[in-house]
């Protein structure tokens, strides 16, 4: 009998919380359908499929019959369906009562959908650290799938990749099948003839050989010039099923369980925390991702045996480099601890699926494919951490102070009607997060606009005039510079503080008349305080209330942007921001004063900039979302969100989105000019380089003449409105529900009845 091999293809399918339908209606067209219905053609053909939670939640709504389809490719022995977080978690970011809830609900899913419980669990993006062996194998799970990069990094040769190793932790044992790089490259970006070259050559006489490829099934289809590639002319798809079918005799394909049923683990190995190469290199500091990335691709191409030490980042570093990541992160952590605090019954239940589709990985980290850049994502993730807290306290926040973020420094989180405000005492005083409890909005969500290490590979195609794609076949999104629009470099600036509201900047009277929307856009400015991003102190804080000081000075003689303190002492000034909340739950209200004092011994002229940041989700000129001022003749109209504008004399502005129902206006005390601009990020994706609306920044300014000793006001009034209580709505009817009502509820919505047919989304 000749060489033979094994094969084992998993084709790992997620959508995020919060993606549009549309997108998904047509990734189905493209990507999963077309994969279903050539397994049904192909039905030697065996694999491994792993559907993510809100994809089966909206396949269930949408394509009802592939819920079925996909569970009689399982009882026809065919396909295995994997398990792992059901919201798609990165598992080590979960406490341990969130792992375990999140993995048994998809065990729990997966059974009813086929009758089987799932033996193997994918990771999301395939990160790991040590602990999760006993995680997934205390849930039931006894594989797991990671990259050939984890191998690496648990000592395994290049050649030793094609079988299964063990791994342990407190007493607990997970098999791991590692995927074959050569696999992972090939398909489906080469000819089907390289790849069933490719696994001829690393058969072997006793066939104890396994090829593993387990990646994104959206690539078969769904990625960029794809389609036509695997499922038009060329067929790349049927090609390949075709092949192995034909060549059964010497390359049977498996489904992961039977490989564990049949074949003993090559060995036991230590893998240390780590995800897919790429992902290391995305977590490493701009200037230091490039140079990984050289040094490993220039081992690469000489095939030097030294590029398998090569290590990068892990994911944890995602909330190091990211501030927007992080305060994210540890809403999901206070809002878990607020679920874990209810007793039994339908409002956790409801509180606790909010909090585990708020830990949706996608917005947790970034890379190829937006990640924490995409605003509808991440304002999605929010709502539902910010309707899982709201639940669980009963529409009732506390003021307190304490270090939110984990940064060894404290925050204030401002509670009062329908709001919560996070502020950030260290840095400015400044408003982080700013949560609108009724309609469940994060108004504050913007992103900061900072260097990326894509930026420079950017640039260097627009340069050379090389972007776009290299050949006349799919090239992986890794390997392509594709820009979406010309000119794509002139946004790539860079905000030179975080994004937070509140901000008070102050600017040279001689040059304030000249800066407009495009100067405040493009950081053209110089700040003559150092009243933005210090520390301020608390002087008063009480339930829904926050007085601050900081005690500064002005360098008019020379700008300090890069934080030096100007060409002499300046004047000495004192700043208080005074914080107020009040309204009601449907209408909250936030005041804010800030009170200049010139401490110096002469005159102080100078223009104050009161700065915010806004999301209200007007990106592509949404025209749901808008600003409206006031002309002279009191007429309003109404500007998109992610424009600008630039209007003296104001004393009142509303903006808002009529999509998610709410709307806010602000009174000016005095009459202020305002100027509004959008925060534009470039980011790239699976389609090539793209412009990202992150959200609006406003400036409120005020020219203020103060003498020696003398103290200024100025102030603004949000008043927001907002259309609907969402917690009213939700928490209806809990007396007449009991939590066996509200899990029969959650399964009929992803296995209906025959017949039944739920209404499109």
Request: net charge negative; with cysteine.
């Amino acid at each position: 009998m000749g060489d033979r091999i094994s094969l084992a293809l998993v084709f790992h399918n997620h959508q995020p919380v919060g993606n549009f339908g549309w997108v998904i209606e047509e990734l189905w067209e493209r990507a999963y359908g077309p994969m279903i219905a050539a397994l049904e053609r192909h039905p030697s053909v065996r694999v491994g499929l792993h559907y993510t939670g809100p994809l089966l939640e909206w396949l269930a709504a949408n394509q009802p019959e592939a819920p079925a389809r996909i569970a009689a490719l399982v009882r026809r022995g065919q396909a295995e369906l994997l398990g792992g977080g059901w919201y798609e978690p990165i598992l080590v970011a979960l406490p341990d009562a969130d792992r375990l809830a999140q993995l048994s609900r998809m065990a729990d899913e997966v059974e009813r959908l086929c009758g089987v419980r799932p033996r193997g669990a994918w990771l999301a993006e395939r990160v790991w650290e040590p602990s999760l062996a006993y995680d997934l194998a205390a849930a039931g799970y006894e594989y797991t799938v990671l990259d050939d990069n984890h191998l690496r990094g648990a000592a395994v040769r290049d050649e030793d990749m094609w079988g299964t190793y063990v791994v342990d932790d407190r007493g607990r044992m997970l098999t791991v099948f590692g995927a074959e790089q050569g696999l992972r490259y090939l398909i489906p970006w080469r000819p089907v003839p390289e790849v069933i070259g490719h696994l001829r050559s690393h058969a072997t006489p006793d066939g104890r050989r396994l090829g593993i490829m387990g990646d994104d099934g959206e690539k078969f289809g769904a990625w960029p010039d794809t389609y036509e590639y695997c499922w038009g002319a060329a067929g790349w798809v049927e090609r390949l099923f075709s092949a192995l079918e034909a060549e059964s005799g010497w390359l049977t394909t498996v489904r992961p369980s039977d490989w564990l049923d049949e074949q003993p683990p090559l060995g036991r190995i230590a893998v240390p925390a780590s995800s897919y190469v790429e992902m290391t290199e995305w977590a490493l500091p701009p200037a230091d991702a490039l140079v990984f990335h050289e040094l490993l691709a220039d081992a690469r191409r000489r095939n030097d045996p030294a590029a398998r030490f090569l290590r990068g980042g892990t994911w944890r570093a995602f909330q190091a480099r990211y501030r927007e990541i992080n305060e994210l992160h540890k809403q999901m952590l206070r809002a878990s601890a607020a679920v874990a605090a209810l007793p039994e019954g339908d409002r956790r239940l409801r509180a606790q699926d909010h909090l585990h589709r708020g830990q949706s990985n996608d917005v947790y980290w970034h890379g190829l494919f937006g990640g924490i850049y995409l605003a509808d994502l991440r304002v999605a993730a929010l709502a539902e951490l910010i309707a899982a807290e709201d639940l669980a306290a009963g529409g009732q926040v506390a003021t307190a102070r304490a270090d939110f973020d984990l940064d060894g420094l404290d925050e204030v989180l401002l509670g009062g009607p329908g709001q919560t405000l996070l502020i950030d005492l260290a840095e400015g005083g400044a408003i982080g997060a700013w949560d609108l409890l009724a309609g469940r909005l994060p108004l504050a969500s913007v992103l900061r606009r900072r260097p990326e290490a894509i930026h420079a590979r950017l640039k260097a195609a627009v340069e050379a005039g090389t972007a776009g794609p290299a050949s006349d076949q799919p090239i992986s999104p890794h390997d392509a510079v594709v820009v979406k629009e010309p000119g794509l470099e002139r946004y790539l600036v860079y905000d030179r503080h975080e994004r937070r509201s509140c901000l008070v900047h102050l600017l040279d009277p001689a040059v304030a008349a000249g800066l407009g929307a495009a100067e405040l856009s493009a950081e053209e400015f110089d700040d003559q305080a150092d009243l933005a991003e210090e520390p301020y102190e608390v002087e008063e804080l009480t339930e829904g209330r926050l007085v601050l000081r900081r005690d500064g000075a002005v360098h008019p003689s020379g700008p300090r942007r890069d934080g030096s303190a100007g060409g002499d002492g300046g004047w000495p000034v004192t700043l208080i921001k005074r914080f107020e909340l009040g309204g009601t739950r449907l209408s909250p209200e936030l005041a804010l004063k800030a009170e200049l004092r010139n401490r110096g011994d002469t005159g102080l002229e100078t223009e104050l900039d009161l700065e915010w940041a806004f999301q209200m989700l007007g990106g592509g000129g949404n025209p749901a979302a808008w600003y409206a001022v006031p002309d002279d003749a009191a007429v309003t109209t109404r500007t998109p969100h992610d424009g600008s504008g630039d209007v003296a004399g104001v004393d009142r502005l509303a903006f808002g989105n009529d999509q998610l129902g709410v709307r806010l206006e602000a009174l000016l005390e005095p009459a202020a000019r305002v100027i509004w601009h959008a925060i534009e990020t470039v980011s790239n994706s699976e389609g090539g380089f793209e412009r990202v609306y992150q959200g609006s920044a406003l400036h409120l300014r005020w020219p203020l003449v103060l003498a020696a000793g003398a103290t200024a006001s100025v102030g603004v009034r949000f008043s927001a409105t907002q259309d609907r209580d969402r917690l009213e709505e939700e928490t209806r009817g809990f007396a007449d529900k009991t939590p066996a009502d509200q899990r029969g509820a959650a399964s009929q919505r992803l296995h209906p009845k025959a017949g039944r047919k739920p209404s499109r989304s």
